[in-house]
């Protein structure tokens, strides 16, 4: 996963990531048109595929709705580097299999504009841009496997049919 | 090692003799929820999983709170398309038109939750039902659809902070004041992932509509519940509800429980408090606000559109007229406290002071519809978030207040309190 970094601030919430006057519907690409506009209006016009979103702490804080990783994901976003995020967030975007990753290094360190390349399984960030890397929290073995099986549905349904064995 | 209500709770339902903070485990879960919202990508989700019917008809709730009565084509279809899983399912638990109420609100009244129950909802103020006794937390749609398959999900067992509520309360200070103060001086992720557990001598004075406002702002405070150890008030409460009190699971905090801190507040130093934009941490007393002119007040949602909150408003609010430059938005949260307050003749203090009462709805709290804000119009409302654009234009204001306040300054036309206008203490 490589792209293009934009950076943003402490508590990111889920009103700011897609605000509720576009809730009248489900479709990832009408998300999408709205990502991030109250903070940044521009965003979903700049954002290219692959790009990444960088930020300080508690990212995605406030609402429940799944439509805030949906719409980042629409929006071709690969991956959201955060000092911390809010746990609702957190577990939605695995569940969305929209990859997040803890790392309050590489938020200190990248730059808006900056070029990254992300490793899932290492957790291995590499700033192309300045020719450093960080290393992010593990992702928790439980997590992993949801991401193995795709996304929580799929996992459950692999252990609706073979109970013992997932 | 003794254990917290919260890990109890949490055991019981993992069929486990323990648990401990951070320890993963599968729960079952005793109630499931979504809203018009949420309840679509959960229902598209679940299809997909290609499993027929739901794990159990009694426990999957679904409440068209958010957008209703239908405020577009959209949303109308969006409900639709609920409405009609709704049926397909036979769900026991699926509300909405004229018997719905704003989910947090409508759930504890109907007795649907219960103390000592494990509640997933697709909606973050699920967290609400603490106050009972019960362990209750939001999720995401994804993870109400694969529950809606199992009965159950997944947790990790959270830490639990105890928060010491001590001392007198001053006048006018209610829930909101105490949960408003904590998450000021705590952040909005003062308690991330945390249970907060709310205790001290102060409690027993609360009524549950105060309690319900304390749990339903844990999550502002990024927690991912609150709880509130039940006792004679919960006991009273839900003895009105349930047809069956005497099967109910009451947990308790061990004495030796382990939290990861334990905050005390003296409440004798706590006013009244506001929440300046565009955070629920920004939290000043009342007495330090200022001159801050308001175009609307806001009187309702899942934190203070109870009985008790209306009965507050009306104390308020009786004799007086809002000011010509405020719309005064008053909005019951259920139909049951819709009507009692018709009975109670509040809604005849309320029109005489030019207030506009709205049907049950989550309305403009989410900026949805019945209220919202135009460029630089700033609102005090009774709401739980104040969020950029939360009631409307990215540049309205929102100030997050308790119900006396809220009506105290939408008759003096700025942010103020009820001494200010001469109300005594309602008691
Ligand atoms: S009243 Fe507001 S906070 Fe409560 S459920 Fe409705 S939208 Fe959410």
Same mark, same amino acid.
């Given at each position: ?6 950076? +943003? ?14 809730? #009248?519907? $489900? ?14 209006? $521009? ?46 967030? +957190? ?56 991401? #193995? ?5 799929? +996992? ?5 049919? #073979?109970?013992?064995?997932? | %090692? ?62 068209? =709170? ?33 018997? %719905? ?39 995401? /749609?994804? =993870? ?29 200070? /209610?829930?909101? =004041? ?57 006991? =009273?409460? &839900? ?12 947990? /308790? ?11 005390? !507040? ?49 104390? &308020? ?20 406290? !819709? ?51 939360? %009631? ?5 204001? &929102? ?29």
């Amino acid at each position: 996963m490589r792209g293009k970094c934009w950076k +943003y601030g402490p508590d990111i919430n889920t009103d700011l990531i897609i605000p509720a006057r576009y809730l #009248n519907t $489900t479709d990832p690409q009408e998300l999408a048109k709205h990502c991030m506009e109250d903070v940044d209006q $521009t965003f979903p016009v700049k954002v290219g595929k692959g790009d990444i979103i960088v930020a300080d702490k508690n990212f995605g804080c406030g609402s429940s709705r799944e439509h805030a990783p949906i719409a980042i994901k629409a929006s071709g976003v690969s991956c959201v580097i955060a000092k911390s995020f809010a746990r609702i967030f +957190y577990r939605n975007a695995f569940n969305v299999g929209l990859l997040v990753i803890v790392c309050p290094e590489a938020f200190q360190d990248i730059a808006e504009g900056d070029e990254v390349e992300v490793t899932a399984e290492t957790g291995i960030i590499a700033n192309i841009t300045q020719g450093k890397s960080y290393t992010a929290d593990p992702i928790p073995p439980f997590m992993q496997e949801i991401l #193995n099986h795709g996304g929580l549905m799929e +996992y459950v349904a692999a252990k609706q049919s #073979n109970p013992k064995g997932a | %090692m003794g254990m917290t209500i919260t890990e109890k709770i949490l055991a019981k339902h993992a069929g486990l003799p323990s648990v401990t903070p951070g320890q993963l485990i599968q729960s079952s879960v005793d109630i499931i929820l979504a809203n018009d919202i949420t309840a679509p990508l959960a229902i598209e989700q679940f299809r997909s999983s290609g499993t027929k019917t739901v794990c159990d008809s009694n426990k999957v709730v679904l409440v068209a =709170d958010h957008f209703a009565p239908h405020k577009d084509i959209l949303s109308a279809e969006q409900c639709r398309f609920v409405r009609e899983f709704a049926h397909e399912q036979q769900l026991t638990h699926y509300y909405e038109g004229g018997e %719905m109420g704003i989910e947090h609100a409508l759930l504890p009244e109907k007795g649907i939750v219960k103390p000592g129950y494990v509640v997933i909802g697709a909606d973050s103020h699920t967290c609400t039902y603490g106050a009972l006794g019960a362990f209750a937390t939001g999720v995401g /749609s994804t =993870d109400v659809a694969a529950a809606m398959v199992t009965g159950e999900t997944w947790f990790r067992v959270p830490e639990s902070i105890r928060f010491v509520f001590n001392g007198r309360l001053q006048p006018w200070v /209610s829930g909101k =004041d105490l949960i408003l103060y904590t998450i000021g001086a705590i952040g909005v992720d003062g308690a991330l992932y945390k249970a907060m557990e709310f205790t001290g001598e102060v409690m027993k004075y609360l009524t549950m509509a105060d309690r319900f406002t304390i749990t339903n702002m844990a999550i502002e405070a990024g927690a991912k519940s609150g709880i509130i150890v039940p006792d004679g008030v919960t006991k =009273d409460y &839900v003895q009105d509800k349930i047809a069956t009190p005497d099967q109910i699971a009451y947990y /308790s905090s061990d004495t030796d429980a382990l939290y990861s801190d334990t905050i005390e !507040y003296s409440v004798d130093q706590i006013e009244p408090q506001v929440a300046f934009p565009h955070s629920p941490e920004n939290t000043r007393a009342i007495s330090t606000v200022g001159s801050v002119p308001i175009n609307q007040a806001v009187i309702g949602s899942c934190t203070n559109g109870r009985l008790e909150d209306l009965k507050i408003a009306a104390h &308020v609010l009786k004799g007086k007229k809002t000011a010509p430059s405020v719309r005064l938005i008053i909005i019951p949260a259920t139909p049951w406290i !819709y009507q009692q307050a018709m009975r109670l003749g509040l809604f005849e203090i309320f029109m005489n002071a030019q207030a506009i009462i709205s049907p049950p709805t989550c309305g403009p709290c989410l900026g949805g519809h019945m209220g919202i804000l135009a460029r630089g119009e700033r609102a005090i409302t009774t709401t739980n978030r104040n969020f950029v654009g939360r %009631m409307g234009h990215p540049e309205s204001e &929102v100030y997050l207040a308790n119900p006396a306040v809220a009506a105290a300054s939408a008759v003096l036309g700025r942010i103020g309190s009820p001494q200010e206008i001469g109300v005594e203490e309602y008691s």
